[in-house]
Structure formats: structure tokens, C-alpha cells
């Protein structure tokens, strides 16, 4: 079946630091793959996302590159804020060649923590 | 984001209560979910309404009972709930593109954080 591995956290960085967030997947076929982001206290938003190989999703400064070779989706950004604090989840869709389940497959979460 | 709003934001209860989460879509979409997300855990997929059919169940206990009336609508009724179903219940919809079709982007309500006591 899908599965979604992230690092674990809490990723502790100061501010304008370098941000890697791993995360490996398996699945069938060619899923659609993407980053969610949880605020404190607040539901799951969508960051970015990548539908095929090679696409590169980017908003708000994060970027994460679709590596099928890898089966890789890592989030990166080039200097992080106190505002970047929050849980990120990184999630795949099915193909559609797939009519098993449908729905998102989610991994556990990477917490990420920003100190001035 | 007030694309899917869901209320109440905060519930508590005691296990003989019964009570119901809802959920409010203004994104057109044509599927929903209940997903529920516990304390150093995964989030857990409940249920997925496509086109206001039940299309998964998975594997949730008879205490939890969700009932879509319509494509914008989607509610979760709770009854002689257990502790460890404290959790915040998130609900998110999409716009399904058919049974074989992929999945799009689903987009998340702000949650329910819900107590049993």
C-alpha cells in the first residue's frame, strides 16, 4: 500500500537558517505529492504541491522537488522566520491508474521550531 | 482560509453525552472527509463522502456516525464517546474527479478540538 515517511522532529533552527525537511514515499504508479502546514491551533493548509516527476512546487519561499528516482519530496527554504514555526506534513495522492483508496495518505509530521 | 468552516471549535463532553460536529464547504467541491488527529500520532482518515455517497469507512468504531446531507455538508455524530477519542477532528473536501479518477488537492477546515471526560 501508500506509505509516507518523514524525519522525525522537533527540527530546531535560528532564524535565516537553512530548512530540510526529508520525506520518502512508496506508492503505485505516479501519486501527486504534497506539503501541509499546521499553524498553532489552526487545521492543515496546503503549502505546495507536485503532480508529476521532476515538477518543482514552490510558495512562500518553500520549495520541494518530485524525485521519482528517489521516491523523495524533501521541503527546503532558504532562511526560515519565527512565523515558519509550525507542523509539516508531507502527503501523496493516489495515480490515477490506482482505484483502490483514494484519499490523502498522510505522514506523521515534522515539527519545526524557529528561535530569534 | 474560510473556505471550509467547521464548528464548534472547541467541545467538550462527558462519555454519556451525545453531540455533533459540523462541517461547511463553499469550494464547489463534490467530496468530504473526517479526519481525525490525535496526539503524537498520524492523522487518521474516518470517513469519505464523494458525491454525498459513503465511499470509506475506515475501520471506525458504531460511536461515530457521520451523515452528509448534501455536497457542502458534512457532520460527525458522536455518542457515548471514550477518553482516548479526545482529539481534534479536522474536516476537508475536494473536488473528486470520479471513482478512478486521482484525488485533487483537498483543502482543510480549522478543526474541532474535542474533550471527553
Known amino acids: 500500500g501508500n506509505s509516507v515517511t518523514q524525519m522525525e522532529g522537533p527540527v530546531t533552527l535560528s532564524e535565516e537558517a537553512f530548512l530540510t525537511i526529508n520525506c520518502t514515499y512508496t506508492?503505485?504508479?505516479?501519486?501527486?505529492l504534497f506539503w501541509y502546514v499546521q499553524y498553532p491551533g489552526e487545521g492543515l493548509q496546503l503549502l505546495l504541491k507536485?503532480?508529476?516527476?521532476?515538477d518543482k512546487g514552490s510558495n512562500k519561499g518553500f520549495e520541494a522537488t518530485y524525485r521519482k528516482e528517489t521516491t523523495s519530496f524533501h521541503l527546503e527554504k532558504g532562511s526560515v522566520q519565527v512565523s515558519d514555526s509550525a507542523v509539516y506534513f508531507c502527503?501523496?495522492?493516489?495515480?490515477?491508474?490506482?482505484?483502490?483508496?483514494?484519499?490523502?495518505?498522510f505522514g506523521s509530521g515534522t515539527r519545526l521550531q524557529v528561535q530569534p | 482560509e474560510t473556505g471550509v468552516t467547521q464548528t464548534p471549535r472547541h467541545l467538550v463532553m462527558g462519555m454519556t453525552n451525545k453531540k455533533s460536529l459540523k462541517c461547511e464547504q463553499h469550494?464547489?467541491?463534490?467530496?468530504m472527509y473526517w479526519y481525525k488527529q490525535s496526539a503524537k500520532k498520524p492523522l487518521e482518515l474516518m470517513f469519505v463522502?464523494?458525491?454525498?455517497?459513503?465511499?470509506e469507512n475506515n475501520s471506525v468504531p458504531s460511536r461515530f456516525s457521520p451523515e452528509c446531507p448534501n455536497s457542502s455538508h458534512l457532520f460527525l455524530h458522536l455518542h457515548t464517546l471514550q477518553p482516548e477519542d479526545s482529539a481534534l477532528y479536522l474536516c476537508?473536501?475536494?473536488?473528486?474527479?470520479?471513482?478512478?479518477?486521482?484525488?485533487?488537492?483537498?483543502?482543510f477546515g480549522p478543526g474541532t478540538r474535542l474533550t471527553v471526560l
Open positions: 476537508a473536501s475536494s473536488q473528486n474527479p470520479g471513482l478512478a479518477g486521482r484525488t485533487d488537492t483537498q483543502y
Open positions: 506508492a503505485t504508479g505516479y501519486p501527486s
Open positions: 507536485a503532480t508529476k516527476a521532476d
Open positions: 502527503a501523496l495522492s493516489p495515480s490515477k491508474e490506482y482505484t483502490g483508496r483514494r484519499a490523502l495518505t
Open positions: 469550494l464547489g467541491h463534490n467530496a
Open positions: 463522502y464523494s458525491l454525498e455517497e459513503r465511499v
